[in-house]
Structure formats: structure tokens, C-alpha cells
């Protein structure tokens, strides 16, 4: 079935460094792919997201590429601050033949001041 | 600004029990989704939902659950016979309209099932 490695599980860094967060997917009819941070108790809120027409995309502190060929997307968070800490989730979206979102085992983020 | 709204935000019902959980889209959305998540886990897609009919679902969503959009704002989920590992937050989140906006999910605060 459909689904979405996320590496690491874990990432520490100090604030001020960069973080980066990488997920595979094997459906290769996903062309949507969000990412979701996740405070504790609270929903999913989305921080930026890419279609899959596009390779790269930014937005202040955050940028995401999308490798199509390789199945690959990953989330640069740069200048990282202590507000940054929480979990994040990619996942990917299949929206034809049906409408479905498969989300990545998420990473724990720890910003350290 | 507009938000996805669940209630209850926490239900606790014994094994066996029917439960139905609420949520009130975005007024002009036309995809609606419910997800689950188990206490520290990922994210898991149950069921879309778009022209009054299921669109996908997953294998988690068997027999026992059901969805339902009774009225012009409501998207329910309901679990027939709850079972102790259907404990988790349940979200619901709707997207709308248009080739760019039919993506975008936006989540509901989500309600926290307790089956003891």
C-alpha cells in the first residue's frame, strides 16, 4: 500500500542552525505534498506545501524541494528558533481517483536556546 | 477567519458503546476528511468525502465506522461498537473548491475518544 518514510524520528539542534527533514513516498500518483507542525495537544497546522509541477518552494525560514523522480521532498527550516521546537509531519496527497493523505511517522524537533 | 470546528472536544465511552463524533467544515468546502491519531503516533487517514459519498478510504475504516453529512453543515463520523484501541484524537479537516484550494486541508481542533 501507500506509503510515507520520514527521517529522523529525532532532531536536535542549537538555535540559530539549520534543520532539515527528508520523506519518501511510493505512490507515485501523489501530487500534493504539505507539511504539518504539530504542537502538543493541538491540530496539524500547515507551514507550506508544494505540488508536484513545482521543485522548489520558500517561504521566510522555510523551504521545501520536491525530487518527482525519486520520490523524495524535504523541509529546510533555517535560523531555527526555540518557537520552532515540535513536531512536524510531511505527507502526500493523491487527489485523483480519489481523494487520500498519507503522513510521515513525523520528527520531533528540539530547538535548544 | 474561517475554522473547522469538532465536537465534543473530549468523549469517553465503554467498550461496545456507539459513539458519533461532529464536525462543522468550512462553510464553502466541498471535501471533508477524518483522521486519526493514536497518543504519540503519525497522522492516519481514515475516509474523504466529497459529493455526498465517500472518495477513498483506508483499511482502518472497515464496517464499524461510518461517515455521514446529514445536514449542510455537519460531517460526522460514526464507530458502531467501539473498541479499546479505537482510543485516539480524532480530526476532522476540509478543504475547497478550485484546482489549487481542493488541496489545502484545514484541520479541526479534534476530539480526544477514550473507550474504557
Known amino acids: 500500500g501507500e506509503n510515507v518514510e520520514q527521517h529522523p524520528s529525532t532532531l536536535s539542534v542549537q538555535e540559530g542552525d539549520s534543520a532539515v527533514i527528508k520523506c519518501t513516498y511510493s505512490?507515485?500518483?501523489?501530487?500534493?505534498f504539505p507539511w504539518y507542525k504539530q504542537e502538543l495537544g493541538k491540530r496539524p497546522q500547515l507551514i507550506i506545501d508544494?505540488?508536484?509541477?513545482?521543485g522548489e518552494k520558500k517561504d521566510q525560514r522555510i523551504a521545501v524541494t520536491l525530487n518527482k523522480t525519486a520520490k523524495h521532498f524535504s523541509l529546510h527550516i533555517t535560523e531555527t528558533q526555540p518557537e520552532d521546537s515540535a513536531v512536524y509531519f510531511c505527507?502526500?496527497?493523491?487527489?485523483?481517483?480519489?481523494?487520500?493523505?498519507?503522513f510521515g511517522a513525523g520528527t520531533r524537533l528540539f530547538v535548544k536556546a | 477567519e474561517p475554522e473547522v470546528t469538532q465536537t465534543p472536544s473530549h468523549q469517553v465511552t465503554q467498550m461496545g458503546q456507539e459513539v458519533i463524533l461532529r464536525c462543522v467544515p468550512i462553510s464553502n468546502h466541498l471535501y471533508f476528511y477524518w483522521y486519526r491519531q493514536i497518543l504519540g503516533q503519525k497522522v492516519e487517514f481514515l475516509v474523504s468525502f466529497y459529493n455526498n459519498e465517500i472518495s477513498e478510504k483506508s483499511e482502518i475504516f472497515d464496517d464499524q465506522f461510518s461517515v455521514e453529512r446529514p445536514d449542510g453543515s455537519n460531517f460526522t463520523l460514526k464507530i458502531r461498537s467501539t473498541k479499546l484501541e479505537d482510543s485516539a484524537m480524532y480530526f476532522c479537516?476540509?478543504?475547497?473548491?478550485?484546482?489549487?484550494?481542493?488541496?489545502?486541508?484545514?484541520f479541526g481542533p479534534g476530539t480526544r475518544l477514550t473507550v474504557l
Open positions: 479537516a476540509s478543504s475547497g473548491w478550485g484546482s489549487s484550494s481542493t488541496d489545502t486541508q484545514y
Open positions: 505527507a502526500a496527497t493523491r487527489n485523483t481517483g480519489g481523494f487520500k493523505t498519507i
Open positions: 508544494i505540488r508536484s509541477n513545482v
Open positions: 505512490d507515485s500518483a501523489s501530487n500534493y
